[in-house]
């Protein structure tokens, strides 16, 4: 059963989501491990962004009595995960709990981050710390800082000694707990950006409502994500949403020095080195990134050219 047995009125309601694209086996893992939380009132939802094939129905199939819902277009990861908090904003949720679909988390991972956001009044989102799926490494604690010089993000890998949640500028997004409150203030996920550079982006909204993103030591997301390496569509957005980030957030001096550092120096020694390399698509793709984040061609990009 997606829905565990009925809790005390007072216990906060989680609508438990996972949005999936084209990752039907990783999905029904990640359910499998979300359907075992301790948590005694939440409701789990997946919610199949539009998938090429038959991914739909054979998540249907593979996951019977699942509550699963599919988009009729692909909205990206922040289009789907902002659909996903209007519902549970709608449907009178407390909290939805944000779910990458190639996770892995402990039983009481809904618990403790529930458990953090009702300790902080100001918490806006709560994430827990992000580690390597297969080898166990820690990939990002709490961010710390975003560098408008050359739109940069900055993770912090010291986790608290003493165990306790900590206020962070923003939090890894594998697994992350939104509250109502941050819900009511209107905060969603940038559609502009589609993915990337969505995590300090959303600790900047934070900021601006007087909010705050807090990080649970407790609870560890293993994370199946690998890097992709010279994937020119990840090349094109990364380029793009980083002048993006600079444009929306930089002083006139980040902007000038950004320009001067990464498009007249890290950029065309980027694009010499992987052609060079034989990877001229993946030049390509940053080179068309830079210019349309300057122009301000922002959401899902150019289609089909890169």
Not at 38 to 67: I, K, M, Q, T, W
Request: charged content about 25%; hydrophobic content about 40%.
């Amino acid at each position: 059963m997606s829905t565990p047995a009925p809790s005390p009125a007072a216990t906060p309601r989680v609508l438990v989501a996972v949005l999936n694209y084209g990752t039907p086996d990783d999905a029904v893992e990640t359910v499998g491990f979300l359907q075992r939380q301790d948590y005694p009132s939440f409701h789990l939802r997946l919610v199949d962004n539009a998938s090429p094939g038959d991914c739909a129905a054979e998540l249907r199939r593979r996951l019977p009595g699942v509550d699963i819902e599919v988009t009729d277009r692909n909205l990206g990861y922040a289009g789907g995960n902002n659909h996903l908090m209007e519902r549970g904003l709608a449907e009178g949720y407390d909290y939805v709990a944000l779910c990458n679909p190639d996770i892995e988390v402990a039983p009481d991972a809904v618990r403790r981050l529930v458990e953090t956001a009702e300790r902080h009044p100001d918490a806006g989102v709560v994430g827990g710390v992000e580690v390597c799926h297969f080898t166990g490494e820690v990939r990002a604690v709490r961010g710390d800082g975003f560098s408008l010089w050359k739109a940069r993000v900055r993770w912090s890998p010291e986790l608290p000694r003493d165990g306790e949640a900590v206020a962070a500028d923003y939090v890894q997004g594998a697994m992350v707990l939104v509250s109502r409150r941050m819900l009511e203030a209107g905060i969603r996920l940038n559609e502009e950006l589609f993915m990337y550079y969505d995590e300090p982006d959303l600790g900047f909204a934070l900021e601006a409502a007087g909010l705050r993103a807090y990080v649970d030591p407790r609870v560890v997301v293993r994370h199946k994500n690998v890097a992709k390496l010279f994937n020119a569509r990840a090349g094109y957005l990364h380029q793009r949403n980083r002048v993006y980030m600079v444009r929306r957030y930089g002083k006139w001096y980040h902007r000038v020095a950004f320009h001067l550092g990464v498009g007249l120096v890290e950029l065309p020694l980027k694009v010499t080195l992987r052609t060079l390399q034989g990877r001229w698509r993946f030049s390509r793709a940053c080179l068309l990134g830079y210019v349309d984040g300057i122009a301000g061609r922002m959401g899902p990009g150019r289609s089909g050219t890169v």
